[in-house]
């Protein structure tokens, strides 16, 4: 359901005008020399750098299908990193504010009844908040709360956490299961394993060639 929203809204960003503010942007800015800095890096830009090369590029006109085929595969590159910034944004959501607190959806679907449904319900989550009572029930807002559910995870996390000490690696302290298995995984871990386990070998060659005073003493006894 969020790609499909994700898809059709790109669509109407581009029947709404977006190639024409990137016309007048590329007319401003002149030609693209790279996209990773200031507003060049924005979602909804460099997709479509194939369009503008294409437009603006060389002297002579595009055809109308270098053209059409330029803004195709910015708009199939737009929708896609739409897609993985919107699941970034979700997952975001679930995972760092949910657990702190109660979260208010509202549905943004229908964009002529933004003010109905999205904006005054939304300014009355937030009046609620600072004033310090109830979210009067609405149609339009959804509560969500997991704080409940956080907390028995933490509860749980925090029975089964101990911290841990590397002796191979002079005495480094882990905090927890997962950062000991992070550097038991590390380049400079298993590089100073490596190295005990063979100096630790050449120790053992070297006491095997050359036997203790006290093995010497119990040889010449037995002889």
């Not at 997709?47 to 294409?54: I, K, W």
Request: aromatic residues 4%; glycine residues 8%.
């Amino acid at each position: 359901a969020l790609d499909t929203r994700v898809d059709r809204r790109v669509l109407q960003m581009v029947h709404r005008g977006l190639l024409d503010e990137l016309d007048e942007l590329r007319n401003q800015l002149g030609p693209w020399e790279t996209t990773t800095d200031g507003i060049l890096q924005a979602i909804g830009g460099k997709e479509f750098r194939e369009y503008l090369d294409a437009k603006f590029g060389s002297g002579s006109p595009p055809s109308p299908r270098t053209v059409r085929s330029s803004i195709e595969v910015g708009v199939g590159r737009l929708q896609q990193r739409t897609r993985r910034y919107a699941r970034k944004q979700t997952k975001y959501i679930e995972n760092r504010l949910l657990p702190l607190s109660a979260v208010y959806a509202v549905n943004s679907d229908d964009a002529d009844a933004w003010q109905e449904r999205v904006r005054e319900p939304a300014l009355e989550v937030v009046r609620s908040f600072l004033c310090g009572r109830a979210v009067p029930p609405s149609p339009h807002v959804e509560a969500i709360d997991r704080t409940q559910e956080r907390g028995a995870r933490t509860h749980a996390a925090l029975l089964q956490w101990r911290q841990r000490r590397c002796e191979v690696c002079g005495g480094q302290i882990l905090n927890g299961d997962a950062q000991w298995a992070a550097h038991k995984r590390s380049r400079a871990h298993r590089r100073r394993v490596k190295k005990q386990r063979e100096r630790e070998e050449r120790e053992a060659r070297h006491t095997e060639g050359h036997p203790t005073r006290s093995g010497e003493a119990r040889s010449a006894e037995d002889a």
